[in-house]
């Protein structure tokens, strides 16, 4: 190595005419850090005369450092290597059973011509895990983090370490309505055309309403009643089910999941029975299995868009599911017990708090609330901000004089109730200047305001409280203050009624419990273990950051939303990007909402058709449908792209009215449109706009190189597979040139009539091989769709390839009659081999005790095949 260090700095020297020292410098270091050193001085020297010398001495100009460090340097921690499944030597077999001479051939045979980008994408040049790793701390760095009390549907929350390290960090585990805003007693239901209401409770200003009437009359009219409520608050308030609600929604966020600058978090819904069948999303039903075991499944599946489209009771196709299932076991950690201890804990305070704010002259604007203030104060809302900035605390502003105050539920160390209100009091109380029970607690604020952050403990807690008069100490709690200072509790609005009774719900409220019985439930999922790629959703500066704080706050996240949209910008061609949409199917009513803008801009808000292909995604009538647009389907040719002829014909019919067409590209059928930018022009022409569903937009726009690389690998894993099954299986759709793009569709159908097996049979057969059901059908009904990624590795493709080989030899079985049709070996769905098994028998502990020197296997063992080739010759 010193003498590639000292080569290294000669190389530098000679090409651009330096000075000895370098070589000196060069030649001085010992070992790897010698090279390194040479290398980073050459380079240093180099930018100096504004040119870059190689190892081979070639000089280039200086354009881009981390280019000519990397040809100096080559690094051999580029996250797209370990990405990408495939090596060199896999690529290559592959290429040759579909018998091209590289990558670049098969996609000229897959990818249009016409789609093709010529130019490179400016993006910035790629880094090593570690250093971007690095770069996201700097950024998240610039997040200031204060406590916040503004609410607004997001709140600061405890998560159980044991739940964030087992389940979050575990990668195994609209219609065209008119809306009116009205105070609940001037809602008018007479008019037949109103459909349903709409309230809060507790609402954004934490005012608990009796809407006992308000539901009554819109029953005695028929509409519907829904309510938006709060999880926490309905552990000690009365449920809106029992006030005849039909419809009741929220956030899940509050039951242990960070805030994480607004989300995403899983919402909840629950209705009345008989609007089960209209809800939205998927649902988990009980059922039995051939054994007569109860199990679950997903239930009314007819009820969603990969069935249903333009009929579907909504277009949700993502589940929040592992936010969902935080979320859930936060209840079964906390159980109902622990719920209701931590909502009257969160209710107490604020209750105590208002006390303290009426006595100091402040006036409220709700009697009764739950965790919420909203407060008239009595010196302008603006003093009170800048003494909350000087403690680092945000609170919500009304008006210039009303500002707002919500209590979270974030405990560090488990408080008494009474150090717990007193900790809550020495921010609020500060910030308002309240002189709470004739000065008693002065001497705890006066005491605080000499105290650093971090010395606010439990232990200092208390001992300020010691400072206090008795009477005051009794006079803190909820529980010993008059019955007109206990909120709701002491109210109609009170809970008497039992949830969370299920045993789920109260057996796992140790640690080792719930991390056992998480574990259990991960050991049932076929999920990425192996693959986990370390991402900063746990991160303070980012988890902790509150929605609506200021952005002079949030100037980390403000960082990653500018340079994500300058990416997102370059590589789709588009000058802005909005990232307020949380899943694709969002995206497409985003999308819509925004043509229908548009086109009503123009004064042609009768423009309602949307075309939409049959190898679009379900999604797509969905969202048309939730948008208020009519749908009209576009046919598809045998290799899967649209129908050209039929596209012409319904554009003319509808020429009128056309809006919008939907286009999946690439499609579900697995294949690129030739004809992608005649159809564009074609639609265009007619007055309407494309939406182009992009879940694989980087096929089509030859993203930078790690983007590109991944695109082709996925393309040439996908038609490898396809070579290799379609010997036994029909490829259902190829492109004109007879390759398919990123996934392909197995043709299942006619083995229900030769052996009576459906797509169903072999996609359970596959989990007997370990295997994860690849989507079923769908587009098509009877079929399998099967999209390998660029993340598997030849062998697995090869794996997943034999399992269906010897599946459809099974298939053979029955249609040949060496199996009976009725006893159909598809049918158990058992292969015990390929379960989990330990891979040791038991092990013999007093053998191991009684020989503690171990008794090695002879050397040649660990010889590697090159070193016994070696010392043979």
């Known amino acids: 190595m010193q003498t590639c260090a000292k080569s290294w700095g000669l190389v530098a020297s000679r090409c651009l005419g330096l000075d000895a020292p370098l070589v000196r410098l060069c030649s001085?270091?010992?070992?790897?850090?010698?090279?390194?050193?040479?290398?980073?001085?050459?380079?240093?020297?180099?930018?100096?005369?504004?040119?870059?010398?190689?190892?081979?001495?070639?000089a280039t100009s200086a354009a881009c450092?981390?280019?000519?460090?990397?040809?100096?340097?080559?690094?051999?921690?580029?996250?797209?290597?370990?990405?990408?499944?495939?090596?060199?030597?896999?690529?290559?077999?592959?290429?040759?059973?579909?018998?091209?001479?590289?990558?670049?051939?098969?996609?000229?045979?897959?990818?249009?011509?016409?789609?093709?980008?010529?130019?490179?994408?400016?993006?910035?040049?790629?880094?090593?895990?570690?250093?971007?790793?690095?770069?996201?701390?700097?950024?998240?760095?610039?997040?200031?983090?204060?406590r916040s009390y503004i609410g607004m549907g997001y709140y600061n929350c405890s998560v159980p370490p044991a739940i964030q390290r087992n389940l979050l960090e575990n990668s195994g585990c609209y219609i065209g309505v008119t809306t009116e805003l009205k105070r609940p007693n001037e809602m008018d239901f007479s008019t037949k055309d109103v459909s349903g209401v709409l309230f809060q409770y507790p609402d954004t200003e934490g005012s608990v309403e009796d809407f006992t009437g308000l539901v009554d009359r819109a029953h005695q009219n028929g509409a519907l009643a829904c309510c938006a409520t709060d999880l926490l608050a309905l552990c000690v308030i009365r449920p809106p089910g029992e006030f005849g609600v039909d419809i009741s929604l929220g956030s899940s966020q509050r039951f242990g999941v960070p805030l994480s600058y607004g989300g995403p978090h899983a919402a909840f819904f629950a209705v009345k029975e008989?609007?089960?069948?209209?809800?939205?999303?998927?649902?988990?039903?009980?059922?039995?299995?051939?054994?007569?075991?109860?199990?679950?499944?997903?239930?009314?599946q007819t009820r969603?868009?990969?069935?249903?489209?333009?009929?579907?009771?909504?277009?949700?196709?993502?589940a929040q599911a592992l936010l969902a299932n935080m979320a859930v076991m936060f209840a079964i950690y906390h159980g109902s017990q622990g719920l209701k201890h931590i909502a009257r804990r969160v209710h107490n305070a604020a209750v105590i708090l208002a006390e303290g704010l009426k006595r100091a002259g402040h006036k409220l604007e709700h009697d009764l609330f739950f965790d919420t203030l909203k407060v008239q104060c009595g010196v302008p809302a603006k003093e009170i901000l800048l003494r909350a900035a000087q403690r680092q605390v945000n609170i919500r502003v009304y008006s210039h004089d009303v500002v707002g105050i919500i209590i979270p539920c974030v405990f560090g160390i488990p408080l008494k109730f009474v150090e717990l209100t007193v900790h809550m009091l020495l921010d609020r109380s500060t910030l308002f200047k309240v002189q709470l029970f004739q000065g008693t607690l002065m001497c705890v604020l006066d005491n605080v305001e000499q105290m650093s952050h971090s010395d606010r403990s439990a232990t200092h807690v208390q001992r300020f409280v010691n400072l206090c008069s008795l009477p005051y100490k009794q006079e803190l709690t909820a529980?010993?203050?008059?019955?007109?200072?206990?909120?709701?509790?002491?109210?109609?609005?009170?809970?008497?009624?039992?949830?969370?009774?299920?045993?789920?719900?109260?057996?796992?409220?140790?640690?080792?419990?719930?991390?056992?019985?998480m574990k259990k439930l991960e050991n049932k999922d076929i999920s990425l273990v192996h693959s986990m790629i370390p991402l900063p959703i746990t991160w303070k500066e980012f988890a902790n950051m509150h929605p609506f704080v200021p952005l002079n706050q949030a100037e980390g996240?403000?960082?990653l939303f500018k340079e994500l949209e300058r990416d997102l910008c370059e590589i789709t061609g588009y000058d802005k990007i909005s990232f307020q949409p949380n899943s694709g199917a969002q995206g497409e009513y985003a999308g819509l909402a925004a043509i229908k803008a548009y086109l009503n801009a123009k004064g042609e808000a009768h423009r309602t058709v949307c075309l939409i292909p049959k190898s679009a995604h379900g999604t797509n009538p969905a969202s048309a449908q939730m948008a208020g647009m009519k749908i009209q389907s576009v046919e598809v040719d045998k290799d899967g792209s649209i129908d050209i002829v039929h596209l012409k014909a319904m554009v003319d019919k509808h020429k009128e009215n056309l809006a919008a067409i939907m286009i999946t590209y690439p499609s579900t059928n697995g294949v690129f449109e030739e004809n992608i930018s005649s159809i564009c022009d074609l639609i265009h022409a007619h007055g309407g706009q494309v939406y182009l569903d992009g879940a694989n937009m980087n096929a089509q726009m030859m993203g930078a190189k790690g983007l590109k690389h991944a695109t082709e690998i996925a393309i040439l894993n996908a038609n490898y597979m396809a070579k290799r099954l379609e010997s036994q299986y029909k490829i259902l759709f190829r492109g004109s040139r007879g390759y398919v793009a990123h996934e392909f569709i197995l043709d299942v159908r006619p083995f229900k009539k030769s052996a009576n097996i459906e797509a169903v049979d072999i996609a359970k057969r596959l989990q007997d091989y370990g295997f994860h059901a690849p989507t079923m059908s769908w587009p098509v009904a009877g079929t399998l769709m099967i999209e390998p990624t660029e993340s598997e590795d030849k062998a697995e493709l090869d794996r997943f390839c034999d399992a269906l080989l010897n599946i459809r030899q099974e298939i053979a079985d029955v249609e040949e009659g060496r199996v009976d049709s009725r006893i159909n070996i598809l049918k158990p769905f058992v292969k015990?081999?390929?379960?989990?098994?330990?891979?040791?028998?038991?092990?013999?502990?007093?053998?191991?005790?009684?020989?503690?020197?171990?008794?090695?296997?002879?050397?040649?063992?660990?010889?590697?095949?090159?070193?016994?080739?070696?010392?043979?010759?």
């Open 557 to 559: 996240y403000q960082q």
């Open 832 to 873: 015990p081999e390929t379960k989990f098994w330990p891979t040791i028998a038991r092990i013999d502990d007093i053998y191991g005790d009684q020989h503690l020197m171990c008794t090695c296997p002879p050397m040649e063992v660990y010889e590697s095949p090159f070193e016994q080739k070696r010392a043979s010759s």
């Open 28 to 58: 001085h270091r010992r070992g790897w850090r010698g090279a390194a050193a040479a290398a980073a001085a050459a380079e240093v020297c180099a930018l100096r005369h504004g040119r870059l010398v190689t190892a081979r001495g070639i």
């Open 479 to 517: 529980e010993k203050i008059g019955d007109d200072m206990k909120g709701i509790l002491g109210t109609p609005f009170k809970r008497t009624s039992k949830f969370l009774s299920h045993t789920v719900f109260n057996s796992y409220h140790s640690e080792t419990n719930i991390v056992r019985y």
């Open 65 to 146: 450092p981390s280019r000519r460090i990397e040809q100096l340097l080559p690094r051999h921690d580029d996250f797209s290597e370990r990405h990408i499944g495939p090596g060199d030597k896999e690529k290559r077999e592959m290429l040759d059973v579909l018998g091209f001479g590289s990558i670049d051939e098969l996609i000229k045979s897959t990818v249009p011509d016409s789609i093709r980008l010529r130019r490179s994408l400016k993006m910035d040049d790629t880094v090593c895990e570690n250093e971007i790793l690095d770069l996201l701390h700097k950024i998240a760095s610039k997040n200031k983090i204060w």
């Open 274 to 300: 008989n609007l089960v069948r209209m809800m939205p999303g998927r649902m988990v039903g009980v059922t039995r299995d051939a054994a007569g075991k109860e199990v679950y499944r997903l239930a009314l």
């Open 304 to 318: 969603e868009q990969h069935i249903r489209r333009d009929k579907a009771t909504s277009n949700i196709c993502t």
